[in-house]
């Protein structure tokens, strides 16, 4: 059975940015929630909306800088 591509290698697979550092975060928002049970989840909406906001940029820059480096990807300036 050949593979769908027909057997051509295609590159390293891209990190998902967002995606990685919100689960990242959310598994961290877990673990201070259990270690610290007395922290009130007030204090904690403002750093996890910070934090997805972040992760956010992070993927966006990613992705740009990406399509930069690729050939025939639009350069500005």
Known sequence: MRPENGGVRRGPHRTDWMALL?????????VV????????PVFM???VLGGLG???????????IRRQ?????????
Do not use: C, N, Q, Y
Not at 54 to 64: C, E, K, S, V
Not at 69 to 77: E, I, L, T
């Open 22 to 30: 919100s689960g990242l975060l959310f598994i961290g928002t877990g």
């Open 33 to 40: 929630f259990i270690t610290r049970p007395g922290i009130e």
């Open 45 to 47: 909406l403002p750093v």
């Open 54 to 64: 972040l992760a956010g940029t992070i993927a966006i820059l990613a992705r740009a």
């Open 69 to 77: 480096d690729r050939p025939g990807g639009r350069s500005h300036g």
